[in-house]
């Protein structure tokens, strides 16, 4: 059986420890990007849920449900709109920044009473 030479066996040691190194900083990395977006999407799954809650009270208000509406105009309702909540409008303000700036983004997202 041949032996290596330990000065080889040492460099290769010092590699792979390196390689592990640099394994495990990628691997840090990856999971901080992946908690971010995870975050990410639970903001826009949040808009997307007040999004259709908002688009059931235009249906409900637009369109005219005739079976509801024969039944007579105590069951109509008048709005199931969800309030946004703050999370969710941060996350807007935030997406619509760099676009819009500042003082739109306060005006029309932050202190929007419609949106409250």
């Known amino acids: 059986m041949k032996l290596k030479d330990p000065i080889a066996l040492t460099d290769e040691l010092k590699t792979e420890k390196f390689r592990n190194e640099k394994l495990h900083k990628k691997c840090n990395k990856l999971l901080k990007q992946s908690k971010e977006q995870e975050e990410e999407i639970s903001d826009l799954n949040e808009y997307i849920d007040s999004l259709e809650a908002q688009i059931a009270d235009y249906k409900r208000r637009f369109v005219p449900?005739?079976?509801?509406?024969?039944?007579?105009?105590?069951?109509?309702?008048?709005?199931?709109?969800?309030?946004?909540?703050?999370?969710?409008?941060?996350?807007?303000?935030?997406?619509?920044?760099?676009?819009?700036?500042?003082?739109?983004?306060?005006?029309?997202?932050?202190?929007?009473?419609?949106?409250?």
């Open 65 to 116: 449900d005739f079976e509801m509406l024969a039944k007579g105009g105590a069951e109509v309702p008048i709005s199931d709109l969800k309030v946004m909540t703050d999370k969710a409008r941060r996350s807007m303000a935030k997406r619509f920044l760099k676009k819009y700036g500042e003082e739109w983004v306060r005006v029309n997202i932050l202190e929007n009473e419609n949106l409250k």
